[in-house]
Structures are given as C-alpha cells and as structure tokens.
C-alpha cells in the first residue's frame, strides 16, 4: 500500500510570476524530501508546470506535509488529491515520475473531482480529497473528506496575523509566549487569534483526522 499525492497550483496561468512561484514550491518540496525523506517512497517533483507529486510507504507525516505546503506556500492555492493503493510498475525513489499504479489513479481522480466540484453550486469548501482506488470501506473516505472540507471552510477565514501566528505554532515547536515574542505581541494576543481563528478546533479535527488515516492505513496493510 502506497500514498499518492498530487498537488496543483490554483490559477497559476493566471499569475503573472509563475516563475517566481514555481521556484517558491521547488524550494519547499526541497524540504518536504529531506524533513521526511524516512516516509517517503518517491521524492515530491514537479511534474508540470503546474502539477507537483510525491509517494508515501507510510501515512502518518500526511497531514502534516499537506498543512507545511499549504501554509508555507499561501498566499498563492493549492488543491490535492490523495490515493490510497498499491504500485504497478517500479518506484525510482529520486523523482516521483515513471512509476504507475493504482495510487496514482485514485489521487488523480480525486484531484480531478475537486477541480469539478469547485465548477459548481451547492458543493462543499474543498482543496483536498482522499480516495481508495478499490473503493472499499467508502464510508471511512467520505467520512475523512468531510472532516476535511470542514477544516477548509475554517482555514479560510483565518486573517493574514491569525494565519502568522499559526504558521509559527505549527512549525517553529515554540510556545505561544516565545511566539508573542518573536513577532512583538503579547501572549493574550497570541492566544486571541488562535481563538478567534478556530485554531484549537482546526487542530484537535486534523489530530483525529490523521489517527483515522493511520487506522484505515494498519487495515489496508495487515
């Protein structure tokens, strides 16, 4: 069992400093492959100009690689697709292009599905989706994109100093005091954005979300 990821760059024909931005992704799935080169099957590569992948031998970095890309490379927007299966053809672990599998159909899939469902009314806040390629325990899957599309509505409205303040809390492994005064704030004001920002909630969801990944993870694999 392998973890697919596919990442896409929202509007980037549109942006006017895509080379610029392409080298801001370059740089961070740089550091994707080395903080998590133990986890990973296939280092991340752009594979298009807008496209990015990488594979995964174990669940448990996911979300967390998901959230640093997101948050390091705001404000320009991404949208994943996530595939749960197994691999056809051999992986060659220095670049995740020219390898095949079922992995990869269920994250293209979910990537193409979340570029459709943005197309229309009445559809849920989503820039990430998991799929299984077989398509069994489907309930376990809808349940986790829910959980997602939910966390989505919520990164949404974070302020530019709500977000600063996450970003920080997430990545620097510092209290909110030495946080309060890195940036020049108090620790009440520190702890109010995190409030007002839904941080508490959106972290508590993605702790849970990431155990059920594991869980469903130890199935596929026993």
Request: include cysteine; charge should be negative; glycine fraction near 6%.
């Amino acid at each position: 069992m392998y973890c697919a990821i596919i990442g896409d760059i929202i509007e980037s024909r549109a942006m006017q400093d895509r080379s610029d931005v392409q080298r801001k992704i370059k740089k961070i799935l740089e550091e994707i492959n080395e903080k998590f080169k133990d986890d990973i099957a296939a280092r991340f590569t752009i594979t298009l100009g807008d496209e990015f992948q990488g594979l995964l031998k174990s669940s448990k970095p996911l979300m967390e690689i998901i959230d640093l890309i997101k948050l390091k490379f705001y404000p320009n927007k991404l949208r994943f697709g996530i595939g749960f299966g197994e691999m056809y053809t051999e992986i060659i672990a220095e670049h995740a292009i020219g390898s095949d599998g079922p992995a990869y159909y269920a994250a293209r899939k979910a990537i193409e599905d979340i570029k459709k469902s943005n197309n229309r009314y009445e559809q849920p806040d989503q820039d990430i989706q998991i799929y299984n390629y077989d398509e069994n325990d489907k309930y376990k899957f809808d349940l986790l994109n829910s959980a997602l599309s939910l966390c989505t509505l919520i990164e949404k409205g974070w302020t530019d100093k709500q977000r600063e303040v996450i970003t920080h809390l997430l990545f620097d492994d510092k209290s909110q005091r030495e946080i309060a005064n890195t940036i020049g704030l108090k620790q009440s004001s520190v702890q109010r954005r995190l409030t007002t920002g839904g941080y508490f909630t959106y972290s508590k969801a993605r702790e849970t979300i990431q155990s059920f990944i594991n869980e469903i993870w130890e199935e596929f694999n026993d």
